[in-house]
């Protein structure tokens, strides 16, 4: 067999196509990519980055020829540039997983014996359900202040039961407490006062997780600013779709737990004895096996032309199309929008909504089959908020013939006001 190195394709001549850029997406003409909340079109960047590796691709830490070498250089470069992204601080371990469940699921694992885990009711399955029993589960805020108060009473209840008679802010005795919010909704799209709740949780001696896989497609994130302690991110909300996530974090706990996998790379040593073996430090304790290459380079590459965006220009283009869009269900009589905060409540580019009297997935499969529009229906892995925001809805509307499932329109790079339209004329059509 022979092996033949191809080169990356040549772009194609500015006379026939515009000069790419990296923070282009890629896309299929005529059709409407409104989900972006579920899995973001490819950035330029992530592509570009893939096609140049591919013909070097090779074993990763595992290989001296140099091949091997220039692939390992890029996977341990791109953990560099995702932990500069996000802010990592000293000590902080960049581990790369596969998205954002598996990434809290990893976090999960790692938690000290009799560690109390707190979160809130209005969180994705992913923040929800890997947390062990006994974890608190605070019902859902009416505002984004509610959600700081609570967390603060939360906390000092905890402690107080932990260790009576040492009340005072700043206490650590007790058992370790984390704290795991959600930085934007991935069924409102409205933020959360993320900093706010890292200082409450700092106040009462506790860790703070923030599953940011609809914020940072969106916003800036850094863990040192922030304040928090861990923070878990997908590739494919971020427009890298190959399969690598990211669990950024505090290093002491995951140095002190069992691997997540136990297998090649993630051992110092292996003796003869049965479970004779040293585990090793850092990440690399944490990804055992053969490691996404791919999709660690396409995250980074991504995370390198954001960072060098004016991220305050692409904010204010994406808040404009939002406005645009929530203006233009507003006018539709039998369109009624779903929110957990008030109407004008900070939030990145997603709405949820409900049609009176048509059900989401038939009109969701309507959508794409007659208008070439993608959207996402169902309650978005976000089960226990999605069924309370559809009953808040019929209460504050008054319709009694809202469906018990909800749709929902994502926005972000390649999003354009004829999209929003597009949307919006179907939606007039069809209900």
Not at 104 to 126: D, I, K, M, Y
């Amino acid at each position: 067999m022979t092996v033949t190195l191809v080169p990356p394709p040549a772009p194609l001549p500015t006379r026939t196509a515009p000069p790419s850029r990296p923070l282009d997406v890629l896309g299929v003409p005529g059709q409407t990519n409104l989900d972006h909340a579920a899995s973001a079109p490819c950035a330029r960047a992530a592509a570009d980055a893939v096609a140049e590796l591919l013909p070097w691709y090779a074993s990763v830490h595992r290989g001296a020829g140099a091949l091997s070498r220039r692939c390992t250089l890029a996977y341990e470069r791109a953990r560099q540039t995702v932990g500069d992204f996000f802010g990592a601080r000293p000590g902080d371990h960049v581990v790369f997983t596969r998205n954002t469940t598996d990434a809290l699921n990893l976090l999960a694992r790692a938690l000290p014996a009799g560690t109390t885990v707190v979160t809130f009711a209005g969180e994705h399955h992913a923040n929800l359900l890997p947390w062990p029993r006994g974890s608190v589960r605070l019902p859902v805020p009416a505002s984004p202040a509610e959600a700081v108060r609570a967390l603060d009473a939360a906390l000092t209840e905890l402690r107080r039961d932990a260790t009576p008679g040492t009340a005072g802010a700043g206490r650590s005795a007790g058992p370790p407490v984390l704290v795991a919010v959600t930085g934007a909704s991935n069924v409102t799209g409205e933020r959360w006062p993320v900093a706010e709740l890292a200082a409450v949780a700092r106040r009462h001696a506790a860790r703070i997780a923030v599953d940011a896989a609809q914020l940072a497609p969106h916003a800036p994130v850094d863990v040192a600013a922030l304040g928090v302690d861990y923070l878990a991110v997908s590739g494919h909300k971020l427009y890298a779709p190959f399969g690598a996530g990211v669990l950024l974090g505090r290093g002491d706990w995951l140095d002190a737990a069992p691997p997540y996998l136990a297998g090649g790379g993630a051992t110092s040593h292996v003796g003869d004895a049965t479970h004779e073996v040293r585990w090793a430090d850092g990440p690399a304790r944490h990804e055992a096996g053969t490691p996404n290459l791919l999709g660690a380079v396409a995250l980074a590459a991504v995370c390198a032309a954001l960072a060098d965006a004016d991220r305050d220009e692409l904010h204010a283009r994406e808040q404009a199309l939002l406005a645009r869009l929530r203006r233009g269900l507003a006018g539709l009589p039998h369109v009624v929008e779903l929110r957990t905060f008030g109407p004008d409540a900070p939030r990145v580019g997603i709405v949820s909504f409900v049609v009176a009297g048509r059900d989401s997935a038939e009109m969701a499969a309507e959508l794409a089959a007659r208008h070439d529009v993608g959207v996402r229906d169902g309650l978005f892995c976000a089960h226990p908020l999605a069924r309370r925001l559809l009953a808040e809805a019929a209460a504050r509307s008054g319709r009694t013939d809202l469906p018990p499932t909800a749709l929902r329109a994502s926005l972000g790079l390649g999003s354009t006001a004829g999209d929003v339209d597009r949307l919006l004329a179907a939606l007039a059509e069809l209900g």
